[in-house]
């Protein structure tokens, strides 16, 4: 559990014409939940009328506290981190008259705040107009928005009386939690719009942040949604008994498969259940293995729901993963992802150094990484569209290439890559992506073909949760956000034999939420991927298998910041 306390404060100064209110010298506290139907698993930073900021932790539970003793109201609150293995980022506010009172921190007070600044909130707490900040806006914004929920808040029993901002509520999937389980909130930075969506009843609303006159209903439930909410608890309950069973070992395949579906429906990423135990969950490794903060991605039926998970080891490395989840008499059980395909699709932003391929200067470039892992031998080709694709566009099995698979050209030649490059950027006659039509969690379509481009197996889905950031944002944050080579010993490829120990010292990004990840070393199809750095938490350690390197050595170091997005440095030895 984390704790609680003030880590970090500043006294940036930020002028502005807001109603400041200097707080008295005794002890002034503002706590509250910070959730996404489950906790955030983060930090909060409070920055005040003068510009001055505190950070705090997130408590297991959601909670959090910080003391803005000294401050200057109004105030802003920023809470970052993982929600069901993915990142989130939401705001809050509050003024004098909410000191030692509560204040939450959701997707709903992150509305409430976007629709007051006209802009999404994340961007408007970097650079805040406090005088928007008054008591009377943040009442306003708050009851625009509670009447365009109600029909949602009436179907779970939400007392008429309930503050979206200020009303105290536990993180645990009941009461006012049980509808952010429910709703989904999506706000587009660019758009400056915003959509609210039953993820049950799949109904919507948009939410035009720059308008003040926009006010439509959130349609009332079909479904209901208790049901749903309190099938998320069974879930949850679940989830807590599976990672009990790694705590102090890895269990046995009798003990875990009580929890999966044993009716033959099982797949998830190409393999049925028996290669999914013995390969996926009986490794050493996952001892200490917890599935936690269960989040609903859809409603299949009555009997099934497809669930976010967050995944963590003992190492503190966290991801998240989607099951679906089948009732069998009165527990849900896992039918895995049912995707015939191993895929994942991530955004990619790219530094070439000056040096490397000719450049006379380091080059930024934005990608989407289409990477194929495990797919069975009758899938020749994989169709994909999505946002950002004019048409259809396809990738091709290969034989003869170190990443597996490529994009097809318009000629029918391959292109042996698995980055699919912005417009303007690609290779001739090579298939790209626009990416001013790519907003947030956008959902691409892959589907299987065979030799013949017949479709075959099942399609699958994938969301990105963000597309890559402005090449203008990578250089001007190069450093907070990619890792790079500092050193390589022996300094000389040219004396590298058979079994070498090649020492990459890298120098990992600045900023703690950007994390370096892995090194790929090689020459054309010899490459060698190593994974985190050695004990000195500075080396990684390639050992070369082969003869003398014909060639300089590529070197691509890889790191991964917010919303899933990488960070590619591409050096050499």
């Not at 959902?443 to 949760?465: A, C, D, G, R, W």
Request: charged share 20%; hydrophobic share 40%; glycine share 8%.
């Amino acid at each position: 559990m984390m704790g609680l306390g003030a880590c970090n404060s500043s006294d940036d100064s930020n002028e502005s014409n807001a109603p400041s209110v200097q707080q008295p010298s005794t002890k002034q506290e503002i706590s509250g939940t910070a959730a996404a139907g489950a906790p955030i698993v983060g930090k909060v930073t409070v920055k005040d009328a003068k510009g001055v900021q505190k950070t705090v932790d997130i408590a297991a539970d959601g909670k959090y506290s910080v003391d803005v003793s000294g401050m200057t109201a109004p105030f802003v609150f920023h809470a970052y981190g993982k929600v069901g293995g993915r990142d989130v980022s939401l705001v809050s506010a509050a003024t004098s008259e909410d000191i030692n009172k509560t204040i939450n921190i959701t997707p709903f007070t992150d509305l409430i705040v976007a629709n007051i600044a006209g802009q999404a909130a994340v961007k408007y707490f970097d650079s805040p107009q406090f005088d928007k900040l008054t008591t009377d806006e943040l009442n306003l914004a708050k009851t625009a928005l509670t009447n365009r929920l109600l029909p949602i808040l009436k179907d779970l029993n939400i007392a008429d009386g309930f503050d979206l901002l200020r009303s105290a509520f536990k993180a645990d999937h009941s009461g006012f939690d049980a509808v952010m389980d429910a709703v989904q909130v999506s706000v587009d930075e660019n758009t400056n719009k915003a959509l609210i969506k039953d993820m049950i009843n799949q109904t919507q609303i948009e939410d035009d942040l720059t308008s003040k006159v926009d006010n439509s209903i959130l349609p009332s439930p079909v479904v209901p949604l208790a049901g749903a909410t309190s099938d998320l608890q069974a879930i949850s309950a679940q989830l807590q008994a599976f990672t009990a069973l790694f705590a102090q070992g890895i269990p046995s395949v009798a003990s875990l498969s009580p929890f999966f579906l044993g009716d033959g429906s099982f797949l998830h990423e190409g393999i049925d259940l028996t290669t999914f135990l013995e390969v996926e969950l009986l490794n050493p490794t996952n001892k200490g293995l917890v599935l936690s903060s269960p989040v609903i991605v859809k409603r299949i039926s009555d009997n099934e729901l497809n669930i976010r998970v967050q995944i963590a080891d003992q190492s503190g490395w966290t991801d998240s993963d989607e099951w679906i989840f089948k009732k069998e008499g009165n527990l849900w059980k896992i039918k895995g992802n049912q995707s015939p395909v191993e895929q994942d699709m991530e955004s990619v932003n790219v530094r070439t150094v000056a040096g490397m391929y000719g450049n006379n200067e380091t080059i930024y470039a934005r990608k989407l990484e289409s990477w194929v892992g495990y797919a069975p031998n009758t899938v020749a080709y994989i169709q994909i569209s999505g946002p950002g694709l004019t048409s259809p566009v396809l990738m091709a099995r290969q034989t003869n290439n170190w990443v597996g698979w490529g994009f097809v050209k318009s000629d029918n030649s391959i292109d042996p890559t698995t980055w699919l490059s912005e417009c303007g950027e690609q290779a001739y006659l090579s298939p790209c992506v626009n990416f001013s039509q790519v907003g947030n969690n956008a959902v691409y379509t892959f589907q299987p073909l065979n030799s013949n481009k017949q479709t075959i197996l099942t399609s699958y889905t994938k969301t990105l949760e963000r597309p890559p950031v402005s090449n203008a944002d990578a250089k001007t944050n190069a450093e907070k956000w990619f890792a790079n080579v500092v050193k390589t010993t022996p300094q000389n490829y040219l004396t590298i034999q058979n079994g070498t120990n090649i020492a990459v010292e890298i120098m990992k990004p600045t900023d703690s939420r950007y994390h370096y990840s892995s090194i790929n070393y090689g020459v054309n199809d010899e490459v060698i991927q190593v994974d985190g750095l050695a004990a000195d938490g500075k080396t990684a350690n390639v050992t070369w298998s082969g003869g003398t390197p014909s060639s300089r050595p590529f070197i691509n170091v890889w790191s991964y910041g917010e919303y899933g997005r990488a960070f590619v440095t591409l050096t050499g030895h």
